[in-house]
């Protein structure tokens, strides 16, 4: 167990509407990043914060956006839910930028949009 | 062309034998590479991570950077049938942004 935890595990949510996710990083790290990961597909990355502040985005359009608390604890939220946003949010959590420093993922989120 | 790109397999291999993974990037700028393992419907699991040219050994694991060629490797000595799994290549950019191949499928048979 990495010490990342996520919620919800599982998602159903209709077309049009909103979600948001949530992450637990592990003690000590300040970094969360984000994750989509496409069934047989490697994860996407959606941004990262550190210390609060977003700090590195991936090509997701505005309707993806987060927060990141002084807990270091991080939401995702999503508007205008599309079908092809079904799929894995992973988060992972580090000592610093995801760049320089290991990267340890929660269990996901599998949302399902219909 | 991708940023990071893996051979899909799947790759197969028999137990006790060598494992090899191999990963292209695109960004020489790259500084940071990562190997993590995913098991079929279980989150990424780092193995391994190496920064500088050379290999590094972790027990059964060998990364290997050839930064000037742009190729980072996994080996895996003695595999076993619970090494059966997906092999994601992670790097970093310059903006320190992720970038994942789409895995390589990896099966060891008994």
């Known amino acids: 167990e990495t010490g990342v935890t996520q919620s919800p595990t599982h998602l159903i949510k209709t077309r049009g509407q909103q979600v948001t996710l949530r992450c637990s990083s592990q003690s000590g790290h300040n970094t969360v990043s984000w994750y989509q990961q496409a069934l047989g597909q490697g994860p996407q990355f959606i941004f990262q914060?550190?210390?609060?502040?977003?700090?590195g985005r991936g090509n997701f359009p505005p309707r993806f956006s987060g927060l990141q608390f002084p807990n270091y604890s991080s939401e995702l939220n999503v508007n205008a839910l599309e079908l092809d946003d079904s799929a894995l949010y992973l988060c992972a959590s580090s000592a610093g930028l995801a760049g320089s420093y290991e990267q340890y993922f929660g269990p996901g989120t599998r949302l399902t949009v219909t | 062309q991708k940023e990071v790109e893996q051979n899909s397999g799947p790759l197969s291999v028999p137990e006790g034998a060598i494992a090899s993974l191999n990963c292209t990037y695109s960004?020489?700028?790259?500084?940071?590479f990562f190997w993590y393992r995913q098991y079929s419907g279980k989150s990424p699991e780092l193995i391994m991570f190496?920064?500088?040219?050379g290999d590094k050994e972790d027990g059964r694991f060998t990364a290997q950077l050839n930064k000037a060629s742009q190729y980072v490797s996994l080996l895996i000595r003695d595999s076993q049938p619970s090494d059966s799994a997906t092999y994601l290549c992670a790097v970093s950019l310059v903006n320190n942004d992720m970038r994942f191949g789409a895995g390589t499928r990896l099966t060891v048979k008994p």
């Open positions: 960004d020489r700028g790259s500084q940071s």
């Open positions: 914060y550190y210390r609060e502040e977003e700090n």
């Open positions: 190496i920064y500088s040219n």
